[in-house]
């Protein structure tokens, strides 16, 4: 799943982030591990890539 970056902040070590998928829908990307935040944004294409098993989707 593809999804566009709208914005992101940090709380404490956690970081959530706040998406726009394809049919338009902001969610909330909240990673489930350390490794998950570390690896799962490309601040260069500004996309977010996870596994659905490990992390969860949110209503912004």
């Known amino acids: 799943l593809n999804v566009e970056i ?3 902040a940090f709380y404490g ?3 959530r982030i706040v998406a726009r998928i ?3 829908q902001e969610v ?3 990673p489930t591990s350390a490794a ?3 690896q799962g944004v490309s601040p ?3 996309q977010v890539f996870f596994d ?3 992390a969860f989707l949110f209503p912004a």
Do not use: K, L, N
């Open 44 to 46: 260069c294409s500004r």
């Open 13 to 15: 070590e956690r970081r």
């Open 36 to 38: 998950m935040q570390s």
């Open 22 to 24: 394809a049919a338009g």
């Open 6 to 8: 709208v914005d992101i």
């Open 28 to 30: 909330d990307i909240r």
């Open 52 to 54: 659905p098993a490990t």
